[in-house]
T-cell receptor
Framework: GENVEQHPSTLSVQEGDSAVIKCTYSDSASNYFPWYKQELGKRPQLIIDIRSNVGEKKDQRIAVTLNKTAKHFSLHITETQPEDSAVYFCAAEDDKIIFGKGTRLHILP | DTGVSQDPRHKITKRGQNVTFRCDPISEHNRLYWYRQTLGQGPEFLTYFQNEAQLEKSRLLSDRFSAERPKGSFSTLEIQRTEQGDSAMYLC????????????FGPGTRLTVT
């Protein structure tokens, strides 16, 4: 079955700097890669996703890249702000979604 | 509220008791998923339904866990003979279809087994 690895588990960046979270997956049949943000005590919410026929997607300060050959994908957040502090999960779907273990992002003032 | 709802939001039970959780998906969403999330971990897939058909169960799901979606609308997740290791947040999500459709999560049911 699918296995998703996510790094780092914790990331601290200065406000205004960029943050990068990386994930790898094992099942080459996976074709949909969503990213979720979960704030403390709240439900996961989709922030961006990418499909296997696309290499990169951008939405304002957030971008995702996908390398299907290498089976890895990344989340990039630019110009980080305090409200970006949360846990971020990458995931891969081949009919069901398998999540990574999450990255706790701290934005330092 | 037209989002995914779950009931109860919190459940405290003694070891060995049975518990049942309910999930009401977004109306007309065909897919319904159950996940379990423990502190510091990502949601762990348990099972999912396409309408009323249960399509897959995780190998991690013991025989003490059962889920139903009798009319293809709401779903229930039952845990029999609860153990302390069952303590977790149980999340439900729905999507209009499979194959890369966004999943919308409910607020979760936090289970504590004492």
């Amino acid at each position: 079955g699918e296995n998703v690895e996510q790094h780092p588990s914790t990331l601290s960046v200065q406000e205004g700097d960029s943050a990068v979270i990386k994930c790898t997956y094992s099942d080459s049949a996976s074709n949909y890669f969503p990213w979720y943000k979960q704030e403390l005590g709240k439900r996961p919410q989709l922030i961006i996703d990418i499909r296997s026929n696309v290499g990169e997607k951008k939405d304002q300060r957030i971008a995702v890249t996908l390398n299907k050959t290498a089976k890895h994908f990344s989340l990039h957040i630019t110009e980080t702000q305090p409200e970006d502090s949360a846990v971020y999960f990458c995931a891969a779907e081949d009919d069901k979604i398998i999540f990574g273990k999450g990255t706790r992002l701290h934005i330092l003032p | 509220d037209t989002g995914v709802s779950q009931d109860p939001r919190h459940k405290i039970t003694k070891r060995g008791q049975n518990v049942t959780f309910r999930c009401d998906p977004i109306s007309e969403h065909n897919r319904l998923y159950w996940y379990r999330q423990t502190l510091g971990q990502g949601p762990e897939f348990l099972t999912y339904f396409q309408n009323e058909a249960q399509l897959e169960k995780s190998r991690l799901l013991s025989d003490r866990f059962s889920a139903e979606r009798p009319k293809g609308s709401f779903s229930t997740l039952e845990i029999q003979r609860t153990e302390q290791g069952d303590s977790a947040m149980y999340l439900c999500a729905s999507s209009p279809r499979g194959g890369g459709a966004e999943q919308y999560f409910g607020p979760g049911t936090r289970l504590t087994v004492t």
